[in-house]
């Protein structure tokens, strides 16, 4: 039995890194017990990284490379391990393997794949930040995504605001801007950020100005706007009212 321990767990250059090792061993998917794995906590094997290459590096596609990216960020504990599991079936004959929809691993990846996304687009539409009182251009922001995209999502917000200061803190993580890096950290709590600023009353009238009920169908505003997001937006305590 072998072992691999993605650390972090979501990063692609780690997970990329050990599977290289294992591929260029030749150590099959079944022997190896990645980390998250039922398994992992329970056998010991040795490091793959250690082993010594018994072939060339292997040649993958960038398509391949971008749904590996997307599907690490998943909370799924089996994700190493499917991941790897195409990436043997990739290298071994089978290299139109993720045009095959209906293949059980391709279409598990793509279900991950498209959770991820999608929690992504929720983070960049549904972050709130705060400006923190006594500290001028400042803000913070408390965010729980479903899966760990903070790293991906990141960058987005580096170009989007990056004339400002400004944090945004998860349960398992945060990143810092402060106009000319991004630094990553440990996860906080809510009470991290605050609770609601001056900006947030003249934003809430405004939102209320321009709301037209004619235009809402509740079904699909909390399709598009899940009511687990509504504690992170000041517009939302209006709408029963409107």
């Known amino acids: 039995m072998y072992a691999a321990t993605v650390d972090p767990p979501w990063d692609g250059a780690a997970w990329r890194t050990l599977a290289r090792a294992a591929l260029r061993a030749g150590v099959e998917p079944a022997a ?9 906590g329970l056998l ?12 060339p590096s292997p040649r993958v ?36 393997l993720l045009d095959r929809a209906t293949d059980a691993d ?8 498209k959770a991820v996304r ?18 001028r ?20 917000f580096q170009k989007r605001f990056a004339g400002m200061r400004w944090a945004i803190v998860t349960p398992y993580r945060h990143v810092a801007w402060d106009g000319e890096a991004l630094a990553f950290g440990p996860g906080g709590v809510r009470a991290d950020a ?14 209320a100005h321009i709301f037209n009920p004619a235009r809402i169908n509740p079904r699909m505003m909390r399709q598009e ?16 009212t409107l």
């Not at 999608?118 to 500290?135: I, L, N, Q, S």
């Not at 400042?138 to 960058?155: M, S």
């Open 32 to 40: 190896i017990a990645w980390e998250g794995d039922t398994q992992a």
């Open 44 to 55: 010991a094997g040795v490091d793959v990284a250690t082993l010594p290459p018994r072939g």
């Open 61 to 96: 596609s960038g398509e391949f490379l971008t749904l590996a990216d997307a599907v690490l960020c998943h909370r799924d504990p089996q994700r190493h391990a499917l991941l790897y599991r195409l990436l043997w079936r990739l290298a071994h004959g089978e290299s139109n």
């Open 106 to 113: 391709v279409r598990r990846a793509a279900e991950l794949d």
């Open 118 to 135: 999608r929690d992504t687009h929720k983070m960049k539409a549904f972050v709130r930040f705060r400006e923190v009182p006594g500290e």
């Open 137 to 156: 251009d400042r803000f913070i922001a408390w965010f729980e995504p479903d899966h760990f995209i903070v790293d991906r999502v990141a960058p987005f």
């Open 194 to 207: 605050p609770a609601d600023d001056a900006r947030e009353e003249l934003w809430r009238t405004y939102y």
């Open 225 to 240: 706007m899940p009511q687990k997001y509504w504690k992170h937006l000041p517009e939302t305590a209006l709408l029963p």
